[in-house]
């Protein structure tokens, strides 16, 4: 029984512990299981591979009636590397409180969150026993951090191989903003990247008549690719954004037209896009304006990192919407936010409505990242009071 306590804290803090950096579990997982099957959730250990990857260790556990409502919460525990042990306060792995804060590697990325949504199960059991209409479960991966392929993705495969069907699903990802459940995501903006290559035709800058130069031609053509906004943003998503991060000439010839430029176009994008729809636009332009050249050409690799996509607010965000106001005693409903980098929502969205909410969004992936342990209390009434309202036991 010591290693089982159902305090926030004191079970971040356990979590913590295991130096669970993707793909390694170090006993993450187990923590997590036994947890669970102590207040009588039947667990599920799915272990995933695939050629060329790391195996990676993962969790299904539910409670409850397969013939009622199903609510999911999904998580990671996986934490990305420490960096420079010497910059830490306190050592990344210990769970030390100082001051109010709980120190270590994945208290904020999302140790805490997973903790506090086991402990505000085992309060809702305790409280009304399994006399609730449904089933509660968790989809926990170890392969958030890194690929994210032996996850969450095949977690949800299996599901639905096993006829399993979950209707609403909330992801602890840190996601608020200056107080817990000030903020919510319901999708997320993609990215791409477009590496281009101008080719014209090289020689001397004394007889430009007879060359092309391809870096008058690139600059030209990504000015007018920065100049038009390939959108105004909607009520859910800001404007896509485009960023040259990268120009490069390689010539160190002062008489010399080079024969090649290269650069990278970024585009952040909201759910007006997709990467084919950005694609054929560029290539668009393209076809414009090199076709005014015989002389030089512009070809183009991609590199997709990332899909963009909304869940509409529906349902579930307004129930988690007005739990987070009931408990933080705000007087305006949390902002439905789409920024930030990108989570496992992404496949969940696929199979139900899913809302991100989580811990304040502050330290993760940084040296000293920490969480308040009000903060912990904080997020476990709010998940408490989720579980009450959606079962209607509130
Ligand atoms: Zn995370």
Request: charge should be positive.
């Amino acid at each position: 029984m010591n290693d089982i306590n159902y305090d926030p804290v004191i079970l971040t803090k356990l979590l913590i512990k295991c130096p669970s950096i993707t793909p390694k579990d170090m006993g993450a997982l187990n923590i997590v299981q036994k947890h669970l099957e102590y207040i009588d959730f039947n667990c599920f250990n799915l272990n995933f591979s695939e050629a060329g990857t790391d195996d990676v260790k993962n969790l299904f556990a539910s409670i409850g009636k397969s013939n009622g409502k199903h609510l999911a919460f999904a998580g990671h525990t996986d934490v990305v590397p420490i960096g420079d042990i010497n910059s830490w306060k306190f050592h990344p792995f210990e769970g030390v409180v100082s001051n109010g804060k709980l120190y270590g590697r994945g208290s904020e990325d999302m140790k805490g969150g997973i903790a506090c949504f086991i402990s505000a199960t085992k309060k809702f059991l305790d409280k009304h026993k399994k006399n609730f209409n449904g089933k509660i479960s968790f989809i926990i991966t170890g392969d958030e951090e890194k690929e994210a392929i032996n996850g969450t993705i095949k977690i949800l495969k299996w599901l639905k191989e096993k006829k399993i069907k979950i209707d609403h699903c909330i992801v602890g990802e840190p996601t608020s903003n200056k107080i817990i459940g000030d903020k919510l995501k319901i999708g997320r903006r993609g990215s791409i990247n477009f590496y281009l290559k101008a080719k014209g035709v090289q020689g001397h800058t004394a007889n430009s008549n007879r060359a092309e130069n391809p870096v008058h031609l690139l600059i030209k053509f990504l000015n007018t690719i920065i100049s038009e906004p390939l959108d105004n943003g909607n009520e859910f998503f800001l404007p896509s954004s485009i960023q040259i991060p990268t120009f490069n000439v390689n010539n160190t010839a002062a008489n010399v037209i080079p024969e090649v430029a290269t650069a990278t176009i970024n585009i952040r994008y909201n759910n007006k896009h997709n990467a084919e729809s950005l694609q054929e636009w560029l290539q668009k332009h393209i076809d414009n304006y090199f076709s005014l050249t015989d002389k030089a050409s512009c070809s183009f690799t991609i590199d997709k990192t990332g899909k963009s996509f909304l869940t509409k607010p529906g349902f579930l965000s307004k129930l988690v919407s007005e739990c987070c106001r009931e408990i933080n005693g705000l007087n305006s409903n949390p902002e439905l936010a789409t920024d930030g980098g990108t989570s496992d929502a992404r496949f969940i969205k696929d199979y139900c409505e899913v809302v991100e909410l989580g811990l304040i969004n502050k330290t993760l992936h940084q040296v000293n990242e920490n969480v308040k342990t009000k903060d912990l209390e904080q997020l476990t009434n709010i998940y408490l009071k989720v579980l009450e309202k959606y079962f209607g036991l509130n």
